[in-house]
């Protein structure tokens, strides 16, 4: 899967975990990468719930500032 976001499936459920320290920022890798695990979990038959996960303290800063400052 991706480097910053990955899928794991159990017992039918899927888990999407989110994984870019410290806070989980938004860029635009982590957005690619999430869309694919959705993608991902759709197509997966064996897969009847998901679970988007950020972590036990934050779930996702949100947009990656720094990242945006630099589109103009």
Partial sequence: ?????????????GTIRLD????????SQVQEEL????????????VRAVVVYGGEKVFAAGADIKEMAGMG
């Fill in 35 to 46: 869309r694919e695990a959705a993608r991902r979990a759709s197509a997966d038959e064996a």
């Fill in 20 to 27: 870019r320290p410290p806070m989980n920022a938004l860029n």
């Fill in 1 to 13: 899967m991706g480097e910053l976001v990955r899928l794991e499936v159990t017992d039918g459920i």
